[in-house]
């Protein structure tokens, strides 16, 4: 009896499961925790099939991150729409066939290939790190991860620019107060040396082993919401130009270095003698400046005056 | 069959659920959950074909497009979510309105 198999299959029954009965929650604050433990499942499952770096990014994106937005904005919407899932049967059979549709086709493919797993074998070298998706990301797919971070930007100014008039420039977030001996304030001092440490540690190792600057970035970014919610850590202004800056400074870096490519071939290109150098420049100003932005991103539009 | 092919499979499922999640609910934050169930599903789809290899292991290319996607998918369910915040706030509703519906107003 294969185990690995049946706990895979064990598994993939309890992530459609709990998938299900998040939509067919009946309260959406059940939805939500349900929408959380399922991430939680999901990077299980890329442990399983051998994507450590994405069930990293999995578990403290999709389901740390998404999962905090969410609760947020619910406990904002005060009697958010509760109710059982309706049955209806033309969306049933279109989301069958659809499911049936890409189950039989992956069944259908030929053989397994070999992908490009040799061909990324052959050029880690000239990559300069170890780790195959940090070289991925950074170097064999740069354009990808450039204009992701710069989305990144684009989606905060994009939030920005719902503030209200009155607070136009102001800062994100509630003016905090926190009983000064309570869980939040406790927590809050306790939990972020040791997350920034964490968060340090997921950067650094990106180029060796499971981690990077993506979610090394989103722990960091955790603690500073943590710091910043149990009031010890005060939001900044969205007006001010010294933090727009710090926002951009690892996408302009990113770009920076890219520029340099041209001198040696083509934008976006790393020479191979310099590329271990440039590929850690670039994951560090990446992990700082999405910490920053993300930790904004969860902090929403600004709602009280600077 | 495979582990990989499992994985695959239930990443065609999930899509289904969170398809149907998305077209029968009408409120806007259930919408965004049903929303990430389906990139979930284009994730693990995407991840499990790549994670076919003969030689064992995972193709680490898929792996970082499936990181750059679930970053991307968080930065529209941030700004989703903050529209969805600025219409409750300006509305009360947190549910679009039927073009009929909003005749009658």
Redesign the interface.
């Known amino acids: 009896v294969n185990f690995g198999l049946l706990f895979d299959i064990g598994l993939c029954v309890l992530l459609l499961g709990v998938a299900f009965a998040a939509i067919a929650a009946r309260e959406l604050f059940a939805s939500i925790s349900l929408f959380i433990g399922f991430g939680l499942l999901v990077a299980i499952g890329w442990v399983r099939i051998d994507a450590l770096n994405v069930a990293l990014a999995e578990a403290a994106i999709g389901a740390g991150l998404t999962g905090m937005l969410l609760l947020n904005a619910s406990a904002r919407i005060e009697g958010a729409a509760q109710g059982r899932l309706p049955v209806r049967l033309l969306p049933i059979l279109l989301c069958t066939m659809i499911a049936a549709a890409l189950g039989w086709s992956i069944a259908e493919l030929a053989a397994p290939a070999e992908g490009l797993v040799p061909l990324v074998e052959r050029n880690l070298p000239a990559a300069g790190v170890d780790n195959a998706v940090t070289a991925a990301l950074i170097n064999f797919r740069g354009w990808d991860t450039l204009l992701e971070t710069v989305l990144l930007v684009v989606a905060l100014i994009g939030i920005w620019s719902l503030g209200e008039d009155a607070v136009w420039r102001g800062r994100p977030g509630l003016d905090q107060t926190v009983r000064p001996d309570g869980v939040l304030a406790t927590f809050g001092r306790f939990l972020p040396p040791l997350g920034f440490l964490f968060g340090a540690y997921l950067v650094w190792v990106g180029s060796s082993a499971p981690g990077g600057a993506f979610q090394g970035a989103t722990v960091l970014a955790v603690m500073w919401v943590l710091m910043m919610v149990a009031g010890l850590s005060e939001p900044p202004s969205v007006g001010s130009r010294g933090f727009r800056w710090a926002l951009a400074s690892g996408p302009l870096l990113f770009l920076a270095m890219g520029l340099l490519g041209i001198f040696h071939g083509g934008f976006l290109f790393f020479p191979p003698n310099f590329a271990q150098e440039m590929t850690l420049l670039i994951e560090l100003g990446l992990a700082v400046s999405v910490a920053l932005t993300l930790g904004l991103l969860l902090m929403g539009a600004p709602r009280r005056p600077a | 069959?495979?582990?990989?092919?499992?994985?695959?499979?239930?990443?065609?499922?999930?899509?289904?659920?969170?398809?149907?999640?998305f077209?029968?609910?009408?409120?806007l934050?259930?919408q965004?959950?049903?929303f990430?169930?389906i990139s979930?599903g284009i994730?693990?789809?995407f991840?499990?074909?790549?994670?076919?290899?003969?030689?064992?292991?995972?193709?680490?290319?898929p792996?970082?497009?499936?990181?750059?996607g679930?970053?991307?998918?968080?930065?529209?369910?941030?700004?989703a979510?903050?529209?969805?915040?600025?219409l409750?706030g300006q509305t009360g509703r947190?549910?679009l309105l039927d073009e009929r519906e909003e005749d009658d107003d």
């Not at chain 2, 495979?2 to 659920?17: D, E, N, P, R, Y």
């Open positions: 069959m495979s582990s990989a092919l499992v994985f695959g499979i239930t990443g065609a499922g999930l899509i289904a659920i969170g398809l149907y999640g077209l029968i609910r009408r409120n934050l259930r965004i959950v049903a990430n169930l979930s994730f693990l789809l991840g499990a074909l790549g994670a076919r290899s003969l030689n064992g292991g995972s193709d680490p290319v792996q970082a497009m499936i990181i750059t679930i970053v991307v998918a968080l930065s529209t369910t941030a700004l979510i903050a529209l969805i915040t600025k409750h947190a549910e």
